[in-house]
């Protein structure tokens, strides 16, 4: 497994994460090509404070979405948005494979799911990490690695035998094998404000 991915290529870079995300990892197409699919319109280079500034004037129902190339993949990231699982993988996926760590900014539920060619190939709820949802074997036999290495504990004084939760996006990046830094995304890149709609 990988040991070298660090979550602090979001924080660092300015990504403000913590409500809720969806990052979709299409795997070796480019960032434009990826927003192209995904039908983002009015696509201009900018970082992505300004997107998120941007986003805000919009009003409520738009989400800042930006594509980073990273490691020969595009990586569509949206603060509070949801798109990449509701709608984009299908056709981020044609003729390739999408993976899209999902953590909603209203419930707290963490998801990854694996689209290949249109059609969502495994599931993995972080509510039940030991449960890989696919008919492929092989497939759940490497997520469930994958989960497991990325299991972290709770830390809850009260409580030192909580359970924990797997950390989906490292299992998302660790599937396709990349490790994003701050200087992949701390500089302009493609996006636009997208309305969101499940």
Excluded: K
Excluded at 11 to 25: F, K, Q, S, V
Excluded at 164 to 190: F, K, N, Q, T, W
Aim: glycine share 10%; aromatic share 6%; net charge negative.
């Amino acid at each position: 497994m990988l040991d070298e991915y660090s979550p602090d290529w979001i924080g660092r870079a300015g990504l403000d994460l913590g409500p809720g995300y969806c990052i979709t990892i299409a795997l070796a197409i480019s960032s434009t090509e990826a927003l192209r699919r995904a039908g983002v319109p009015g696509v201009l280079p900018r970082v992505y404070d300004a997107l998120r500034r941007e986003a805000r004037l919009l009003g409520g129902d738009y989400v800042p979405v930006a594509a980073f190339d990273v490691g020969g993949h595009a990586v569509l990231v949206e603060e509070n948005g949801g798109m990449g699982l509701y709608r984009w993988g299908g056709p981020l996926s044609m003729g390739t494979v999408a993976v899209t760590a999902y953590l909603s900014p209203s419930s707290g539920a963490e998801r990854l799911v694996i689209t290949r060619d249109g059609a969502a190939v495994a599931e993995v709820d972080a509510d039940e990490p030991e449960v890989v949802r696919t008919d492929d074997p092989a497939l759940r036999e490497v997520l469930l690695a994958l989960v497991a290495d990325a299991f972290q504990p709770f830390e809850d004084e009260d409580d030192p035998d909580a359970d924990g939760m797997p950390d989906l996006l490292r299992v998302a990046c660790e599937y396709v094998g990349i490790h994003p830094s701050v200087h992949d995304v701390a500089v302009p890149a493609p996006g636009a404000p997208v309305r969101f709609t499940a």
